[in-house]
């Protein structure tokens, strides 16, 4: 971060695992300053699971509010608060001629999508090095490291077009058929599995 000083009042930017952002702190006693800020950032990257290939979006969205303890009275500090957590992942399935979906195969037109999403309201604990702001300073640098606990990613998925399961004839519109609404419930309960370790 790089704050400018305005009546005891740091303003920054910064960037890290969160995206990048600004942030806002301030005093609220000798030891003890709170912080203001939010992130954003947009990343793709593509994925495969159970056959199916994925484009998938990363969107970085948070709002921090932590309070900022310096012990020592220096840029040593220990940071806790809480973020307002809007990350998500956006799921869409790529054209494929088959797609493997629950226990069965079906081929046709399938438009498969979906949204991983976690606790809108995260932990967090960190550690890190920043003057506090006061009208003596100018520009400085800050470094934090830190964890913030965004639980258990939660899994959706939904689909809708034409498409004919293995062995059939019939085209089935895929969003009404209870069969194939069974077999993406349990595609979305193996993609849960599948990323459950991530928190």
């Known amino acids: 971060m790089i704050p400018m000083q305005a009546h005891a009042v740091g303003i920054g930017a910064r960037a890290g695992t969160l995206g990048i952002g600004m942030e806002i702190s301030q005093p609220l006693a000798k030891k003890v300053s709170a912080r203001f800020g939010l992130n954003n950032f947009n990343y793709t990257f593509a994925g495969t699971e159970s056959d199916i290939d994925y484009d998938l979006e990363l969107k970085l969205s948070t709002v921090a509010a932590l309070v900022d303890w310096h012990p020592m009275g220096g840029g040593f500090r220990l940071s806790t608060g809480v973020y307002i957590n809007g990350t998500q992942v956006d799921i869409r399935a790529t054209n494929q001629d088959s797609y493997n979906i629950g226990n069965d195969t079906y081929n046709g037109t399938i438009n498969l999508k979906g949204e991983l999403s976690f606790i809108p309201i ?45 062995g059939d004839s019939v085209a089935l519109q895929v969003s009404q058929d209870p069969v194939f609404l069974e077999n993406l419930a349990a595609e979305e309960a193996n993609l849960k599995k599948e990323i459950d370790s991530y928190n």
């Open 122 to 166: 995260a932990p967090y604990f960190g550690l890190g090095w920043g003057v506090r702001p006061s009208k003596k300073n100018g520009w400085n640098m800050t470094a934090e490291i830190g964890l913030l606990y965004q639980g258990t990613p939660n899994v959706r998925l939904s689909a809708n077009g034409l498409a004919t399961r293995a």
